[in-house]
C-alpha cells in the first residue's frame, strides 16, 4: 500500500522568539509549531492532525544551544538534535542515563533531525527520553501568549500525545538540575528489534547514596509504555528506602514495578509480556546500579 501523500500546508519559519510565538496565537487551532518533524510529520501524513500552518522553530535564536553550570545543572534549547546532546561531552559525563536512552531513539540519521523537546512534546507514553529526564528531574520552560512559566516535567504530561501547553504556548527548553554526587543508573528496554522499533517496556532506574534514609540510599524509578504517561513506580522506590538493600529486596522492588504498570495489548506486545518484561528490566535496572553503586547486596 502506499502511503498518503501529505495534504497541503503552510510552511513558516520565524526568526525569533516573538514572531513564532505571534504566528501560533494568530492562527491558533489551525497551526502547529514543530522542531525535528518526525512525528509532526507522520502525524500529518496520517491525518491524526489537520494544522493549515506548520510553524517550523529551528531557525530561532538561542534555541540551539546547550549550556550549563555547576550550581544550575544542564539546559537544553528546543532544537537541539538528539545527536547533538549525545555528542556533548558534559552531558555524557553528567546524565549517562539520559544519553544511554536517546541512543535508543531510531537509527542514527534520524537522530540527527529529532530533538530532545519534540521527544518529551510528542509525550508518547513509549517516549525514550522521557524516563530519564523525569528521573533526573527536569524542569520545561514554556512561552506563550500570557509570558513565560516553567514545570515540572512530571506535571507536563496530560495523556497519551497530551500535555500541559496552552493554546499558543511553545517549549523553550528543558532544564535538569545537577544530579546528587555519585548518583549512578541504567535505562532497560526491549522493542521487537535492536534498530529503531518503539519500546514495548522500558524502565529507568537513578540511585545515589542518602545518609537520611534507613537504608542509606535514594532511588528513583520509572516505568515507560506501560500506562497512558511514563509513570513513578512510588512503591519500589519505597522499600528500596526504607529497607536495608539485600538481592530479595531488589526483586521485591522489580515485582512491585510490575504491579504498578497499567499496560495494554497492542500489535508490539500483550499488557501481560509488558508487565513481565518490566519486572525483568527492572531487577536487571537495580542490579546494574547497585553494582555501580557498590551497594553490598
Ligand atoms: C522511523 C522512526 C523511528 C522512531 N523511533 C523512536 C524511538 O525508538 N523512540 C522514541 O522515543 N521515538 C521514536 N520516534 C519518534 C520521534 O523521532 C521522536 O519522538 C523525536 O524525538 C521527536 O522529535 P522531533 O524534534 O522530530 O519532534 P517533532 O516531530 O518536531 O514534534 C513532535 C511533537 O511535539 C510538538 N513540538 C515539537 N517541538 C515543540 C516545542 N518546542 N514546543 C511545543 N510543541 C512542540 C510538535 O507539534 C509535535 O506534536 C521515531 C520516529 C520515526 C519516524
Given amino acids: 500500500m502506499p502511503h498518503p501523500r501529505l495534504p497541503a500546508f503552510s510552511y513558516l519559519r520565524p526568526k525569533t522568539l516573538k514572531e513564532a510565538v505571534g504566528l501560533l496565537h494568530k492562527y491558533g487551532d489551525q497551526s502547529r509549531p514543530f522542531t525535528g518533524g518526525t512525528d509532526c510529520f507522520n502525524l500529518v501524513r496520517d491525518k491524526r492532525i489537520h494544522p493549515k500552518y506548520l510553524v517550523d522553530l529551528?531557525?530561532?535564536?538561542?534555541?540551539?544551544?546547550?549550556?550549563?553550570?555547576?550550581?544550575?545543572?544542564?539546559?537544553?534549547?528546543?532544537?537541539?538534535?538528539?545527536?547533538?546532546?549525545?555528542?556533548?561531552?558534559?552531558?555524557?559525563?553528567?546524565?549517562?542515563?539520559?544519553?544511554?536512552?536517546?541512543?535508543?531513539?531510531?537509527?542514527?540519521?534520524?537522530?540527527?533531525?529529532?530533538t530532545l523537546v519534540g521527544n518529551l512534546c510528542n509525550a508518547s507514553p513509549c517516549g525514550d527520553t522521557i524516563g530519564p529526564c523525569l528521573v533526573y528531574q527536569a524542569r520545561v520552560q514554556i512561552i506563550g501568549p500570557e509570558g513565560k512559566r516553567a514545570v515540572d516535567l512530571k506535571d507536563f504530561f496530560e495523556g497519551p500525545g497530551m500535555t500541559c501547553l496552552g493554546k499558543g504556548e511553545i517549549v523553550e527548553s528543558i532544564s535538569l538540575p545537577m544530579p546528587h554526587p555519585g548518583a549512578e543508573g541504567a535505562y532497560e528496554s526491549i522493542g521487537r528489534n535492536k534498530v529503531g522499533d518503539l519500546a514495548i517496556a522500558a524502565i529507568t532506574v537513578l540511585g545515589y547514596e542518602k545518609k537520611e534514609s534507613p537504608s542509606g540510599y535514594d532511588f528513583l524509578i520509572?516505568?515507560?509504555?506501560?500506562?497512558?504517561?511514563?509513570?513513578?513506580?512510588?512503591k519500589a522506590q519505597d522499600i528500596l528506602r526504607k529497607q536495608p538493600l539485600t538481592q530479595e529486596m531488589l526483586e521485591e522492588a522489580a515485582r512491585l514495578c510490575a504491579e504498578a504498570c497499567k499496560p495494554i495489548d497492542d500489535i508490539r506486545g500483550s499488557a501481560q509480556y509488558r508487565r513481565d518484561m518490566i519486572q525483568l528490566l527492572a531487577l536487571r535496572g537495580l542490579e546494574k546500579t547497585c553494582k555501580h553503586l557498590k551497594v553490598p547486596l
Fill in 58 to 114: 529551528k531557525s530561532i535564536e538561542g534555541f540551539r544551544e546547550i549550556s550549563y553550570d555547576q550550581k544550575k545543572g544542564l539546559t537544553i534549547g528546543a532544537t537541539v538534535t538528539l545527536n547533538a546532546m549525545i555528542d556533548h561531552a558534559y552531558v555524557s559525563k553528567n546524565y549517562p542515563v539520559l544519553v544511554e536512552a536517546a541512543n535508543e531513539v531510531g537509527g542514527y540519521q534520524l537522530r540527527n533531525r529529532a
Fill in 222 to 234: 520509572t516505568l515507560t509504555a506501560v500506562a497512558p504517561t511514563v509513570i513513578f513506580a512510588d
